[in-house]
């Protein structure tokens, strides 16, 4: 399951929706893309290579690693997590920065990258769904909270980008830009899918040297979504997050920023 745009969603409300056929049944019978290595020159300008680039390898050691992050799982994304290189872009050219960091793709061209998926279950989703016999038993509102407690998982796609000289400066001032004009949404094709961003609200979050962080709204096909983006710089080096509650996008709740995520990498690049 893609952590970034709405396809993800998609797959969620059918895994709700099946989840919930299999309850009104019951009651009627009584996710390397992990580690991509080197991309480019950094974008960094002539005579500004003062400062290099992480590579491949110390981006490894300095990513989230299982045992990091309390009560997380972390491991490497499987190609089905990530979107290609080239696979997405924005309808208005300014807004393509906020489109490739939704899609866990980094604006401009890092030296190197590294990604982890880390997930967070808590005790009712650790649970799973209740057996048959258990829904059985449920009025159809209980059957459905069940379900849905159960898919109360948040995945955050954590990335580092590191780059020469001042790109990594460079691209975060290219987001700040971009996530201001593009504040009242925008069109994206992600894999071929068009999708509409319906919003690129700005929010608070101190991290790193400097941060950006947005709630992003997508909506594709009647299924609405929000993701939450963060993007911070630390030296050379930019970290990404785009994260999203199962239960939460399909309850239409509102939900908070993978804090304990972000303070673990924050705390892993100093």
Known sequence: MRVAVIRRTVLTASAVSLALSVTACGAGAQ????????????????????????????LGERVVAQGDVKGHQVEKPGKDDVFA???????????????????????????????RLVVHKPAEAEKGMPSTDKLAGMTEKEAGDAALDSLDITKTMTSLWSYDGDGAARALAALRKAGKACAGGFTMTADGEKQQVTKVTEEKL????????????????????????????????????????????????KFGQPTAVIEAQEAKLR
């Open 206 to 253: 101190s991290a790193g040297q400097e941060a950006v962080a947005w709630t992003v709204g997508t909506k594709q096909g009647g299924s609405a979504a929000d993701t939450k983006v963060v993007v911070f710089r630390q030296g050379a080096t930019l970290a990404g997050f785009s994260s999203f509650n199962i239960a939460a996008i399909s309850r239409g709740e």
């Open 31 to 58: 996710g390397d893309g992990g580690d991509a290595g080197k991309e480019g020159k950094g974008g960094s300008a002539p005579g500004k290579a003062a400062v290099k680039a992480l590579s491949a390898a110390e």
């Open 85 to 115: 290189p080239g696979s997405v872009s924005a309808g208005k050219a300014a807004c393509e920065p906020v489109a490739q960091v939704l899609s866990s793709l980094p604006e401009g061209k890092p030296v190197s990258r590294v990604q």
